[in-house]
């Protein structure tokens, strides 16, 4: 408990508010990011410094972006099209919905009203530097929404005003992917940038932005097979950004491919320590963690915790270095403990897992979400209606914030536990009842990409809670529909083969036991009891 209880102290310290800054950072030497040729009428000097920049942008390392546009803005004063690629990358990962603060949409203004004032020397110039004012214009009195989609509309139009421009596609198809909305389950924008990408994909292989963003856009369970050429491409084409080596990962999470997801995680990992990107370097470890413990690689969560401490003391969660914001450090600090009691369901540890409060609420209750469930579970009922009622603070204060999306996560995790609640209360009929509707919720969006994965399921919970009142029928169509899904979920692999085991099919029963055998091959040893029961069956 040490560990978890430094890293709480770490997430305390985290919780400081300070300004947003780029953190100081070296350029690689001759630093592999793919190719990109985005014509500018500047100097020589500042095209060189522009295009490096750019390269940097399209792989979401913000820190070296803005560090490199600066320079353009140097080597040229009047190099007005740099301004716009500061703007850019002030908005951060787009994929990241949480409301920028103020402070950061008065940088981005800033920067725009700096471009104004250099003078792009071109009409195109003009227009990509208006066309990315859209997401700062307004802030005080404009919603975020609105903004975002007013920006996809100007880049809409930029795309078609210049079509020999690809870049502007690209940066359309981004802006399209970015606005989609977790609850549209026809993908419509999400299909319309990939076609858009994939079009540019043969001209352009080695384009940083165009495999990036090919794997966003299809970063949702019905589409991710899409993106797996893309997500083997991406990493061998800009090697030297840490961001370009996690993000197929993405991919490799969508279907289940949990060791390409370890592998390209520890090189991410490496490559964002090395920079000091730690937020990146926390988001690809908390991939890991993830992968890790469906395979029941256990050690090597244990050990990946273990570190978090360490990394917590020296982590600047202000600093604009990598792809992830340091919002996205704060979520995996507290992430991985919290995955690693549940997925091991280890009620006792989830429940007595250190409470912190950052700035950051949705990550915060995670940790409630946890103790939550293993104080219902394990018979401590002050515990768990503590936890819960947390979980209900939190969510009014995000949904009074404008954060509609965390909000309804944090809903989702509240009204989980509360089913378990009244599990353990004895009322089993309201517990399932709510249960289900909480799986139905769950359902209906998306997770965000900062995360891997929900702790856990909605939809798998439901199924443990039907095997738990004696329904293995039921179950098992619940844990079916979480593989669906979850590909590859060690917690939904085998609690298909358990309830299919006690429904008395016993040859769906090994099917399933020896699909988690073999996906467990490098797992600990002895390893975890259900895989003793697996190995059991099997015989």
Request: hydrophobic share 45%.
């Given at each position: 408990?040490?560990?978890?209880?430094?890293?709480?102290?770490?997430?305390?310290?985290?919780?400081?508010?300070?300004?947003?800054?780029?953190?100081?950072?070296?350029?690689?030497?001759?630093?592999?990011?793919?190719?990109?040729?985005?014509?500018?009428?500047?100097?020589?000097?500042?095209?060189?410094?522009?295009?490096?920049?750019?390269?940097?942008?399209?792989?979401?390392?913000?820190?070296?972006?803005?560090?490199?546009?600066?320079?353009?803005?140097?080597?040229?004063?009047?190099?007005?099209?740099?301004?716009?690629?500061?703007?850019?990358?002030?908005?951060?990962?787009?994929?990241?919905?949480?409301?920028?603060?103020?402070?950061?949409?008065?940088?981005?203004?800033?920067?725009?009203?700096?471009?104004?004032?250099?003078?792009?020397?071109?009409?195109?110039?003009?227009?990509?530097?208006?066309?990315?004012?859209?997401?700062?214009?307004?802030?005080?009195?404009?919603?975020?929404?609105?903004?975002?989609?007013?920006?996809?509309?100007?880049?809409?139009?930029?795309?078609?005003?210049?079509?020999?421009?690809?870049?502007?596609?690209?940066?359309?198809?981004?802006?399209?992917?970015?606005?989609?909305?977790?609850?549209?389950?026809?993908?419509?924008?999400?299909?319309?940038?990939?076609?858009?990408?994939?079009?540019?994909?043969?001209?352009?292989?080695?384009?940083?932005?165009?495999?990036?963003?090919?794997?966003?856009?299809?970063?949702?369970?019905?589409?991710?097979?899409?993106?797996?050429?893309?997500?083997?491409?991406?990493?061998?084409?800009?090697?030297?950004?840490?961001?370009?080596?996690?993000?197929?990962?993405?991919?490799?999470?969508?279907?289940?491919?949990?060791?390409?997801?370890?592998?390209?995680?520890?090189?991410?990992?490496?490559?964002?320590?090395?920079?000091?990107?730690?937020?990146?370097?926390?988001?690809?470890?908390?991939?890991?963690?993830?992968?890790?413990?469906?395979?029941?690689?256990?050690?090597?969560?244990?050990?990946?915790?273990?570190?978090?401490p360490g990394i917590a003391a020296v982590f600047d969660p202000n600093a604009v270095v990598g792809a992830a914001p340091g919002s996205a450090g704060i979520f995996a600090l507290a992430?991985?403990?919290?995955?690693?009691?549940?997925?091991?369901?280890?009620?006792?540890?989830?429940?007595?897992?250190?409470?912190?409060?950052?700035?950051?609420?949705?990550?915060?209750?995670?940790?409630?979400?946890?103790?939550?469930?293993?104080?219902?579970?394990?018979?401590?009922?002050?515990?768990?209606?503590?936890?819960?009622?947390?979980?209900?603070?939190?969510?009014?204060?995000?949904?009074?914030?404008?954060?509609?999306?965390?909000?309804?996560?944090?809903?989702?995790?509240?009204?989980?536990?509360?089913?378990?609640?009244?599990?353990?209360?004895?009322?089993?009929?309201?517990?399932?009842?709510?249960?289900?509707?909480?799986?139905?919720?769950?359902?209906?969006?998306?997770?965000?990409?900062?995360?891997?994965?929900?702790?856990?399921?909605?939809?798998?919970?439901?199924?443990?809670?039907?095997?738990?009142?004696?329904?293995?029928?039921?179950?098992?169509?619940?844990?079916?529909?979480?593989?669906?899904?979850?590909?590859?979920?060690?917690?939904?692999?085998?609690?298909?083969?358990?309830?299919?085991?006690?429904?008395?099919?016993?040859?769906?029963?090994?099917?399933?036991?020896?699909?988690?055998?073999?996906?467990?091959?490098?797992?600990?040893?002895?390893?975890?009891?259900?895989?003793?029961?697996?190995?059991?069956?099997?015989?």
């Open positions: 408990m040490r560990i978890i209880t430094l890293i709480a102290s770490m997430s305390l310290v985290l919780g400081l508010a300070i300004p947003a800054r780029a953190q100081e950072h070296q350029h690689p030497a001759g630093a592999k990011l793919g190719t990109v040729d985005f014509k500018t009428s500047c100097t020589p000097a500042a095209q060189q410094a522009f295009q490096n920049a750019l390269a940097y942008l399209h792989s979401f390392e913000f820190g070296p972006a803005i560090s490199g546009f600066t320079d353009a803005t140097k080597a040229d004063p009047q190099c007005g099209i740099a301004w716009w690629g500061i703007a850019v990358a002030r908005w951060t990962n787009p994929f990241v919905v949480t409301i920028r603060t103020p402070a950061q949409v008065a940088q981005g203004l800033d920067a725009v009203t700096r471009g104004r004032q250099a003078g792009a020397k071109s009409d195109r110039e003009r227009d990509y530097l208006e066309a990315v004012s859209k997401l700062y214009a307004d802030g005080a009195t404009v919603d975020q929404r609105t903004r975002l989609l007013a920006y996809e509309k100007a880049m809409a139009a930029l795309a078609a005003k210049y079509p020999d421009d690809p870049e502007a596609t690209i940066f359309w198809a981004l802006s399209l992917a970015a606005s989609a909305l977790p609850t549209d389950k026809t993908y419509a924008n999400q299909l319309k940038a990939g076609a858009l990408l994939e079009k540019l994909f043969t001209a352009s292989p080695d384009h940083p932005g165009i495999t990036h963003y090919i794997i966003h856009s299809y970063d949702v369970p019905a589409l991710a097979d899409r993106a797996r050429s893309a997500a083997t491409r991406y990493a061998k084409i800009a090697p030297d950004a840490p961001h370009a080596l996690h993000m197929p990962s993405h991919t490799f999470t969508r279907v289940g491919a949990w060791q390409d997801s370890i592998d390209t995680n520890k090189a991410s990992a490496e490559a964002a320590r090395r920079m000091k990107a730690y937020a990146e370097q926390l988001h690809a470890m908390d991939y890991m963690v993830y992968a890790y413990l469906q395979t029941s690689q256990d050690r090597a969560v244990d050990a990946l915790v273990g570190d978090l992430a991985m403990p919290a995955r690693r009691v549940l997925e091991r369901r280890d009620w006792a540890a989830a429940a007595k897992l250190p409470v912190a409060t950052s700035t950051v609420p949705y990550t915060d209750a995670m940790t409630h979400f946890a103790r939550a469930l293993g104080a219902a579970r394990t018979g401590a009922l002050p515990d768990a209606r503590a936890s819960i009622a947390a979980l209900d603070q939190i969510a009014n204060k995000l949904a009074a914030a404008g954060e509609t999306y965390w909000a309804g996560q944090v809903r989702i995790q509240h009204d989980g536990a509360t089913a378990f609640l009244r599990l353990a209360e004895g009322k089993s009929a309201e517990a399932l009842k709510l249960m289900a509707d909480t799986a139905v919720r769950e359902d209906a969006t998306d997770k965000n990409a900062v995360t891997p994965g929900p702790l856990a399921p909605a939809r798998e919970l439901l199924g443990e809670m039907l095997l738990l009142t004696g329904d293995p029928a039921g179950a098992l169509r619940e844990f079916q529909a979480t593989l669906k899904k979850e590909p590859n979920r060690f917690r939904a692999m085998y609690g298909a083969a358990k309830a299919a085991s006690l429904s008395g099919d016993r040859k769906l029963a090994q099917a399933h036991y020896q699909a988690l055998l073999k996906m467990c091959a490098n797992a600990d040893q002895p390893g975890r009891p259900e895989l003793a029961e697996a190995r059991s069956a099997v015989r």
